[in-house]
Each structure stands twice: as structure tokens, then as C-alpha cells.
């Protein structure tokens, strides 16, 4: 029904589009270190990747971002390597062949992987199947290749919640994302991955001041719950 909604109103969402995308301000990724190590006990290594939220766009710095509330949570049972590879505007398909030529360059790999990608697909005319098959393809290199034995996955946070976004353009987009995270949903049935769900929807005085990323207290939470997933059981290789 959302898309023959979308249909209809197309003309009208197309020009909310292009308001929203010229009259949001433009905020900047998270200063700070994107690489570190702290912590005692079992060394493990962690790398955080995705888009302008893993970046910590909203926040000023990247320690009350989510490398960094992942980072020190882990710190209380571990000696953790991390790294951040996150680009604002990456979808899953760049990320994927960024990867891909990095590992090409010179093979790594990490213990624990957390992504935070879907926003951009949402956005863009991908369709929800292609973007399942592009999920397939992320998870089975992360977990191939790279040897990852803790995926965590973020849904795609509930986009009919982001103030930034006026209606009908808010609704649709809501429901896009809801109909990507019923794919992933289902997805987190037969693959080695963690699916985290956002829980309850942006209060929007916890968001960043565009409307559009987390902010401080969002990412906290976040980061907090992914800590939860982990738990303290990640054996080194």
C-alpha cells in the first residue's frame, strides 16, 4: 500500500526530498581517534562500520560516539583493538567494495564486527530484495573473509520518527524501513549474525540538532545495548 501511496504523491515527495536535502543542515563526522586500543584482560579486536552513524555524525566526539561507548564498555572485560570505518552517505553496496578493495590491499580481520547501514539504501531507489542480497553479501564476507565471530547488526532506525522529515514524505520513509527490517528480521533467523533492534523511537529532543543522526544520549544507549549483546564470553582466536 506504501508504494502505491508513494506513487501518487510522487511529485509532492520528490520536491520534500530535495527541501529536506537542501535545507538540513550538514553536520560533520566525529573528531577524534578512529583507531585505538584500552582495556585489560583477553585481547580482542573490534571494528565498527557503516555510514554517517557509525561516524558518530551528531555527536563532537568520537568517544560519545558509537566506536567509543562500544570501546570503553568492552574495556570492563577486554583488551580491545578497535578500528571505525564509517564514511557519511555509505550505503551498503559502497561499503561493500570498500571492503572488498581494503582486504584486497592488505587481509585483515576482527573478532567482534558491529554495522550500522540502511538509511542510505532506504534513500536511495534500491529496492528492498536487492538490498536483502546485499546484506547476504556484506555478512558473508565479514564473516568468510574477515573471520568475524560476533556480527552485530543495527536495524534501520524508524525513519517515521525523524523530525527531519515532513509528511508524507516521514510516513513513507517509515515505512520503507520497516519493510527492510522485515527482511533483515528474517534474515537473522538462518545467518551467524546478531540483529539489534532500536527499541523504542527517538524522543526527538535526544537527536542531534538536524533532525536527522543520534545524539549523545542516543548513541550511549546504543552502544550500550551492543555491549549487552557481546557479553563477555568472545574467546580470541
Known sequence: MHKIIFILLLPLMFIQGRRVKKNTPKLPEAAGERSGCLGEGPAVSLLVLGDSAAAGVGVAQQKDAL??????????????????????GANTAQTLKMLNKRYNEQAFEFDIVVVSLGVNDVLSPLSAREWLQQQLELIAFLTQSVNCRKLILTQVPPMGSFPALPQPLRWFLGKRSDEFNGLLRQLSKSEPFILL??????????????????????????????????????VPK
Do not use: N, R
Open 67 to 88: 566506536s567509543g561507548t562500544i570501546s570503553a564498555g568492552l574495556a570492563a572485560h577486554f583488551e580491545v583493538s578497535w578500528q571505525l570505518i564509517a564514511k557519511s
Open 197 to 234: 533492534d532500536f527499541g523504542t523511537k527517538p524522543e526527538p529532543a535526544q537527536m542531534a540538532s538536524d533532525g536527522f543522526h543520534p545524539g549523545e544520549l542516543i548513541y550511549q544507549h546504543w552502544g550500550d545495548s551492543i555491549v549487552e549483546a557481546i557479553g563477555d564470553t568472545v
